[in-house]
């Protein structure tokens, strides 16, 4: 199930989960907000999206820096700190039986619940609203192989005076509208453009290509701070391959040997062709080298991943 680079294996355990709701757990099918609170009337929060694997949440620490660095950003009080975010988060894993792989993990903080229907903050009462939604997810077989046909749109990632693309916040509509686009051109992702109309990013996931042996990815200027594609930059480097922040035009994606989106639900996915170009029929060699080298970064990371707080809670 799932479309694009977010295709997803079906997993019936799902209808039956328990999601944390401000520190309480409740059943998938009772689990719910106010109409009043700020994320369904605004889209006023910051979220993550979290990956389990080997019964650790891959890149937490990383994940967790952004949340709260966004939502200082917003002026906006989470109201716990990262130990009790932490806490939660692996309870409510627990509490699923899911201590393993296979799991992905969407949290999400929002303003709060607002007295009125309002944009000003100061109209909201009480706390911030904290929900964590754990699934049963896996990334379809095929992601790491299929190529995926890309799109470009006619909705450009925004000047950060307008809104700051680098925010992860619940206001997600200028991606939504590139993505239904796209998928109206029978595209899998949307490829966006900045406002000088050099390439961004795809509208769920980061984009780079390969040229003359080097990886390219936007200048970062216009597209989230994204924790895969900053992951992505730091292997390549290590493992001696050339790779570049920069502005780069559609000419030259269109020439490239390769290209590849990276997010945390797939990873690395290869691209077969982008507005009916065609860039590679089968994954090429340096897209399998990176999905290698993530995988062992994976792999590092969450040999390492909580260990102190784990070891405090019983985890093994």
């Known amino acids: 199930m799932g479309k ?6 079906p997993d019936e355990r ?3 989960v328990l999601i944390d709701i401000n520190g309480d757990h409740i059943p998938r099918e009772k689990a719910m907000v106010s109409v009043f609170d700020s994320g369904f009337m605004l889209g006023d929060g910051v979220w993550e999206g979290i990956r389990l694997h080997g019964g650790r949440l891959a890149f937490l620490d ?7 660095r966004g939502a200082k950003a917003i002026h906006m009080n989470i109201g716990i700190d990262e130990a009790e975010m932490t806490r939660r988060l692996y309870a409510v894993l627990d509490a699923n039986g899911m201590t393993d ?3 992905h993990v969407r949290l999400m903080v929002t303003r709060g619940v607002r007295s009125t229907p309002y944009q000003d903050p100061r109209v909201v009462v009480g706390d911030a609203t904290i929900v964590i939604i754990p699934e049963w997810k896996r990334a379809a077989p095929e992601t790491a192989t299929r190529m995926l046909d890309l799109f470009t749109v006619h909705v450009r990632r925004g000047d950060p005076a307008v809104q700051d693309p680098k925010l992860n916040s619940h206001s997600k509509l200028n991606c939504i509208t590139a993505c239904i686009q796209a998928a109206e051109a029978g595209a899998d992702e949307a490829l966006m453009l900045d406002p000088h109309g ?6 769920s996931t980061h984009f780079f290509i390969v040229r003359d042996g080097e990886i390219w990815t936007s200048s970062g200027n216009y597209c989230l701070d994204g924790i895969t594609r900053q992951i992505v930059l730091e292997i390549a480097r290590e493992a001696g391959i050339t790779a570049l922040e920069k502005n780069f035009s559609l000419t030259e994606v269109y020439g490239a040997e390769e290209a590849f989106t990276t997010g945390t639900f797939a990873g690395v996915a290869p691209v077969g062709t982008i507005d009916g170009r065609v860039i590679g029929t089968t994954r090429g060699p340096m897209v399998e080298r990176l999905q290698q080298l993530y995988l062992e970064r994976i792999a590092a990371d969450v040999a390492a991943a909580d260990r102190p707080f784990e070891q405090a809670q019983g985890r093994p």
Not at 62 to 67: A, P, S
């Open 4 to 9: 694009g680079t977010h295709q997803y294996v």
């Open 14 to 16: 799902n209808a039956s």
């Open 62 to 68: 990383r994940h967790l820096k952004r949340l709260y």
């Open 101 to 103: 792989e296979g799991a």
């Open 198 to 203: 050099f390439v961004a990013t795809c509208n």
